[in-house]
């Protein structure tokens, strides 16, 4: 009961700054003390955010294609990081041979890397996946062999001692123990993903959320920027409960 009176407090609080945050915020642009054009004012802003999502639905369709190749990019990288960093794991010549291949490709900016994507893959899902993908593959990469070493090797030399085989060690032991440590890479890779869409989209696309804050910011539309920026924040914010739901639901066992 008193935690519950302490979250209650917290999240009023919480309320109170908001809606002071933006009473100031709109008193000083309606006051023009900041040109409008710059910080934009919050009403206009909900505004817009309202016709967006319920009356031209525009936003709902871009959303909809930055989640696709948000999805795909996520899926491939989380699919190709844990392959690789198992493996790296079970056979450590393997990540010898990578590791400076893979060291010198991660330490590429990857909005850099953006032109070449869209050279080879075109303006439409493909840049942006592969964009998100380089993205997601190395911080599940990284998680993954974190994971894996991470075990406590009391219960390995407990597991040989009591015959159980190589690949039984693996699969009930190592990966087990990694997983936690797995799905925290998972969790970082999705947002990653979407962050590397939008960045393609905003850099050259046909659609998508990164694709309409350009168009806003290009003809000085401030409100409709914000109102972009908070979805996507709000967007960003959802897909972390998610991953925590499917986390929980996995590992329930712990």
């Known amino acids: 009961m008193k935690s519950l009176k302490v979250d209650l407090g ?10 002071v945050f933006l009473g100031v915020w709109e008193w000083v642009a309606v006051n023009r003390i900041v040109d ?23 936003l709902l369709k871009d959303t909809a294609w930055t989640m696709w190749a948000t999805l795909i990019a996520f899926a491939m990288g989380s699919v190709a990081g844990v392959a690789f960093g198992l493996i790296f794991s079970v056979w450590s010549w393997c990540e010898r041979f990578f590791n400076p291949l893979f060291t010198a490709l991660n330490a590429l900016p990857r909005i850099a890397l953006a032109p070449l994507f869209i ?29 894996a070493r991470s075990v406590d090797q009391d219960w390995l030399v407990l597991s040989r001692m ?54 806003l910011a290009g003809t000085f539309n401030t409100n ?31």
Do not use: C
Not at 226 to 249: C, N, P
């Open 162 to 215: 009591l015959g159980a085989k190589r690949a039984q060690i693996f699969w009930k032991v190592t990966l087990v123990s990694a997983v936690p440590t797995i799905f925290s890479g998972l969790r970082l890779g999705l947002i990653y993903a979407l962050l590397g869409v939008v960045g393609s989209e905003i850099i050259a696309s046909q659609n998508g959320l990164g694709q309409q804050l350009t168009y």
């Open 224 to 254: 409709g920027v914000f109102a972009v920026l908070i979805f996507m924040s709000f967007l960003g914010i959802l897909l972390t409960w998610i991953m925590d739901q499917v986390e929980r639901y996995l590992l329930r066992w712990r």
């Open 119 to 147: 050279l080879w893959f075109g303006l439409g899902t493909g840049s942006k996946v592969a964009l998100g993908f380089s993205l997601t593959f190395f911080i599940v990469l990284s998680n993954t062999v974190a994971g």
């Open 36 to 58: 409008p054009i710059f910080i934009g004012r919050p009403t206009k802003i909900m505004e817009h955010l309202f016709n967006a999502l319920f009356v031209e639905r525009d």
């Open 10 to 19: 917290v999240l009023a609080a919480q309320l109170v700054f908001v809606v």
